[in-house]
């Protein structure tokens, strides 16, 4: 069973940090290129994120360019989003993805599974 677990979320103020955890199990991690979306009440899962298998290729959804980091470490099945100078605009549920085929990594279709999810709340 596929399990992709968050972790790292919280309450911060305006300009501050957080780093956000995602662990897999259930499958060979490093055949999966990860992203992380995010979600705010009443608006569709945007990307946020992605990296590529070996985590040699990023991709940042023009608002985090410069702002967050996604890395993965495939030896520990774990891939992480730093985010630093947090705006209130980035409050939202952010979850982590797995996807297994070549596709548009901006795209929720393209990824097989998901985590729960876990809050980042950001106050002005």
């Known amino acids: 069973q596929v399990q992709l677990v968050e972790s790292g979320g919280g309450l911060v103020q305006a300009g501050g940090s957080l780093r956000l955890s995602c662990a897999a199990s259930g499958l060979t991690f490093s055949r999966y290129a990860m992203g992380w979306f995010r979600q705010a009440p009443g608006k569709e899962r945007d990307f946020v994120a992605s990296?590529?298998?070996?985590?040699?290729?990023?991709d940042y959804e023009d608002s985090v360019l410069g702002r967050f980091t996604i890395f993965r470490d495939n030896a520990e099945n774990t891939v992480w989003l730093q985010m630093n100078s947090l705006k209130p605009e980035d409050t939202a549920v952010y979850y982590c993805?797995?996807?297994?085929?070549?596709?548009?990594?901006?795209?929720?279709?393209?990824?097989?599974?998901w985590g729960q999810g876990t809050q980042v709340t950001v106050s002005s």
């Open positions: 990296v590529s298998r070996a985590n040699d290729g990023t």
């Open positions: 993805a797995a996807a297994s085929f070549y596709g548009n990594r901006r795209s929720t279709l393209a990824y097989d599974y």
